[in-house]
Structure formats: structure tokens, C-alpha cells
Nanobody
Framework: QVQLVESGGGLVQPGGSLRLSCAAS????????MGWYRQGPGKEREWVGT???????TAGDSVQGRVTISRDNAKNTVYLQMNSLKQEDTAVYYC?????????????WGQGTQVTVSS
């Protein structure tokens, strides 16, 4: 079983910055990748970005150039640094961890943390 604990959400003004973190814990954790999704009000869940165990990062078009995804492998923690925030970034942000599971992969999700961008 894998537990994910997210933190760092809150209220931020347009143009501001925010850093989210997600710590994964569990026995014999073998992580393939860690990443972030978000779901805004009335919208479908949207992929934000991912970082692999090797450190390769990818990000969605809507946040490209405004986010930095990093990872502390020793702590099994992934970070999402968001800059130049816009009102449309308002959403619940979910951490996703993909682990090696048998011959395949398995996803786990955090509980979500609210980010509100408003003046």
C-alpha cells in the first residue's frame, strides 16, 4: 500500500507563485514516475506534468514554461513549482505516483490540495 501526502495549496494572487509537494510512503516502494494532475471547477481532470525516476520531466501545454517539477528521490517526494499564476490555474491539484507492480505499473493518487488564484 502506498500513502501520498500533499501540501502547499492555498490562495495566491494572479502573477504569484506557489509550491506544492507530495510525499509518498510505503514498503518496498519502487517508483516509476511522479506527477501532477488538476481539476478545475466544472472541468475534467487535466495532466500538469510528470517526472520520471531518471529525472526526465514533461509538462502540459497549458502550464508549459510556468512550472518546474522536481523530485527528491531519497524522500520519495515530488514538487510542483508554479509561477505567473493565472485565475484559470484555480483547481484541485492531485499528486500521482506510478509504481512498478508485478510485471506492470500501478497508479496511486493523493487526496488533492486546493489552489485558488484570485485577487
Amino acid at each position: 500500500q502506498v500513502q501520498l501526502v500533499e501540501s502547499g495549496g492555498g490562495l495566491v494572487q494572479p502573477g504569484g507563485s506557489l509550491r506544492l509537494s507530495c510525499a509518498a510512503s510505503g514498503s518496498n516502494l519502487s517508483i516509476y514516475s511522479m506527477g501532477w494532475y488538476r481539476q478545475g471547477p466544472g472541468k475534467e481532470r487535466e495532466w500538469v506534468g510528470t517526472i520520471t525516476s531518471g529525472g526526465r520531466t514533461t509538462a502540459g501545454d497549458s502550464v508549459q514554461g510556468r512550472v518546474t517539477i522536481s523530485r527528491d528521490n531519497a524522500k520519495n517526494t515530488v514538487y510542483l513549482q508554479m509561477n505567473s499564476l493565472k485565475q484559470e490555474d484555480t483547481a484541485v491539484y492531485y499528486c500521482q505516483v506510478r509504481i512498478f507492480y508485478g510485471l506492470g505499473l500501478k497508479d496511486y493518487w493523493g487526496q488533492g490540495t486546493q489552489v485558488t488564484v484570485s485577487s
